[in-house]
């Protein structure tokens, strides 16, 4: 843990960031998030891993420091007086672990893109370093912190629902419906390639998404599953879509599905849950409504703002009703809820979390690696 830090009360936190420069769409999220609310200010970066390139980044970036690997800029800014609080990792998936490493040796809290490693193995050891050390560190699962997904897992947790029955999670795009990756597209190159991006594709670029708001809502995990990966592109190593049978502690059963080249989708993350007394819908596009379906009933439209939203959406939301609440703001409810444990931890505080956790990636490692085994052995069912 780090060490009480009473002076950072008192100011912005420093961060720094790995990844996410030119030609790479995450990296501004990171920074927009984390200093929506005025906790936090980019003040350093590695923005390439090309050096010149990185150099030119932080400076179209207006960075005061920009160094050109993230092993020089975890051991300097461990040592300088105004150093960084915090490491935003952006980076392709095979770099995650290493830099995540780098910084937790350097005694620096992370926040992390998911996924969190390339394997479960890789994962684990994470899991270890961060539990040994006591630092903070947080996994970029924002559709978990939209307000009205915590309003749905509130009405799941007090048993709105009744005893749950069926699970249907779907995450449908279409950009990869074509082989981008052989036509220089730096995002589809990375990844489609098993070195840099793991052993799955579609299914751990954005199914884990899936997995985790399924998991989240619904306040249990998935304890079997029965997958089916194709890869539907001519050439493409890593499944570019996938079907997924699930069972989930307490009887549950259901479908995750997700796809990278399904024609004309663009983000469509949609979750449903069916209860003996009554059903719930949230759609990612169309984030400030959540469906209540209650039995012989009609259905109620919950909205973001509205005195019908209970108390953790009210907690996760920014603005008033009718102004919509979006993907930057779920961001920034991860970063509100991590820089607040940091500053606990700086005051000799224990932290409270409100955020997904590195054992949260090393489950979505392990839901990787059965999804894919699974698939291999022709659909056969795994304990996860």
């Not at 800014?77 to 998936?93: C, Q, V």
């Not at 939209?146 to 749905?152: F, G, I, K, Q, T």
């Not at 009703?321 to 961001?331: Q, R, T």
């Not at 931890?345 to 392990?366: K, L, W």
Request: glycine residues 10%; aromatic residues 6%; charged residues 25%.
């Amino acid at each position: 843990m780090t060490l009480p830090d009473r002076e950072s009360q008192g100011r912005r936190l420093r961060a720094g960031i790995v990844g996410g420069g030119n030609g790479a769409f995450i990296g501004p999220i990171h920074r927009i998030a984390a200093e929506l609310d005025g906790q936090a200010l980019l003040v350093a970066g590695v923005l390439s891993s090309d050096p010149a390139r990185a150099m030119r980044a932080a400076a179209e970036w207006r960075l005061p420091r920009a160094y050109e690997d993230f092993r020089t800029m975890a051991i300097e800014e461990s040592r300088r007086k105004d150093g960084i609080d915090f490491a935003i990792i952006a980076t392709p998936n095979d770099l995650h672990a290493p830099v995540a490493r780098a910084f937790l040796d350097a005694g620096i809290p992370v926040v992390c893109d998911k996924p969190l490693a390339l394997s479960a193995a890789e994962a684990d050891e994470l899991v270890r370093q961060v539990e040994a050390s006591r630092l903070c560190f947080a996994l970029t699962h924002p559709y978990a912190a939209y307000p009205l997904v915590r309003e749905a897992r509130e009405r799941v947790a007090r048993g709105a629902l009744g005893e749950l029955r069926r699970v249907v999670v779907e995450y449908q795009q279409d950009w990869l419906r074509e082989p981008l990756e052989h036509e220089g597209h730096k995002q589809a190159s990375w990844r489609t390639d098993p070195q840099r991006s793991g052993p799955g594709g579609c299914i751990g670029d954005i199914g884990t998404h899936a997995q985790h708001l399924l998991e989240y809502v619904a306040g249990r995990p998935i304890v079997a599953l029965c997958a089916d990966l194709t890869s539907f592109v001519a050439g493409r190593v890593l499944d570019d879509d996938a079907n997924v049978l699930l069972r989930l502690e307490g009887g549950a059963k259901g479908v995750l599905t997700c796809s990278q080249i399904a024609c004309g989708e663009e983000n469509a993350l949609t979750l449903r849950l069916y209860g003996a007394a009554a059903g719930l819908e949230w759609r990612q596009q169309e984030p400030n409504t959540l469906i209540w379906k209650p039995a012989d009933a009609p259905w109620q439209l919950i909205r973001t703002g509205s005195s019908t939203a209970g108390v953790q959406a009210r907690l996760a939301t920014r603005t008033p009703a009718g102004h919509p609440e979006g993907y930057i703001e779920a961001f920034a409810n991860i970063y509100s809820a991590f820089i607040a444990d940091v500053r606990r931890c700086h005051a000799g505080e224990t932290p409270i979390g409100g955020y997904p956790t590195v054992q949260d990636g090393a489950r979505s490692m392990r839901f990787i690696q059965a999804v894919v085994e699974s698939s291999r052995n022709g659909a056969s069912w795994l304990a996860l």
